[in-house]
């Protein structure tokens, strides 16, 4: 099974941000839901790997 979201550590990787700046960034994702979808559980982000993808890729 291939997985459905990332996790912060995830976008941290794949932007090749530092661990302050990824936060930052999602935080303000979370906040427009723009340019993709971020889940926040407490303090946790869950970002749904398609949409993600989508921006990425400029799809």
Not at 22 to 48: A, H, M, N, S, W
């Amino acid at each position: 099974m291939s997985k459905k979201v990332y996790e912060a550590d995830d976008i941290q990787k794949l932007l090749g941000l530092g661990r302050t700046k990824t936060y930052e960034f999602l935080d303000e994702v979370f906040q427009k839901q723009e340019p993709f979808r971020v889940i926040k559980i407490g303090k946790v982000y869950k970002i749904p790997c398609l949409p993600f993808e989508r921006w990425l890729y400029g799809e």
